[in-house]
């Protein structure tokens, strides 16, 4: 099992930037460079939702419409890390944001497909 730790949440001002990482620990943390990395949020009373999502070579990344050309997400494999950077921020981005790990090769989308999740780290966007 991979334990995975948020951080990089806060309070922010609509325009700003934040930047979010992921920890990856645990007894097979080596299997996470094997493992595509997404983030989802969640804002309150409403369903957790897919952000970004990046596959095992770094390269192939899906994003929600609603965060394209504002948000990246990458990686760093030997370090055991993925990143979230958020540019442009809007008060809809406001939410507990999430980093999950799926067994597979490429970005996904589906919540269904990520094995494990971390604790989240809250994000709030003033206006």
């Known amino acids: 099992q991979v334990q995975l730790v948020e951080s990089g949440g806060g309070l922010v001002q609509a325009g700003g930037s934040l930047r979010l990482s992921c920890a990856a620990s645990?007894?097979?943390?080596?299997?996470?460079?094997?493992?595509?990395m997404g983030w989802y949020r969640q804002a309150p009373g409403k369903e957790r939702d897919f952000v970004a999502s990046?596959?095992?070579?770094?390269?192939?990344?899906v994003y929600t419409d609603s965060v394209k050309g504002r948000f990246t997400i990458s990686r760093d494999n030997a370090k055991k890390m993925v990143y979230l950077q958020m540019n442009n921020l809007k008060t809809d981005d406001t939410g507990v944001y999430l980093c999950?790990?799926?067994?597979?090769?490429?970005?996904?989308?589906?919540?269904?497909?990520?094995?494990?999740w971390g604790q989240g780290t809250q994000v709030t966007v003033s206006s």
């Open positions: 999950a790990s799926a067994p597979f090769r490429s970005a996904q989308r589906k919540a269904g497909k990520y094995s494990d």
């Open positions: 645990g007894s097979s943390f080596s299997i996470v460079s094997i493992m595509s």
């Open positions: 990046i596959g095992i070579d770094g390269v192939s990344t």
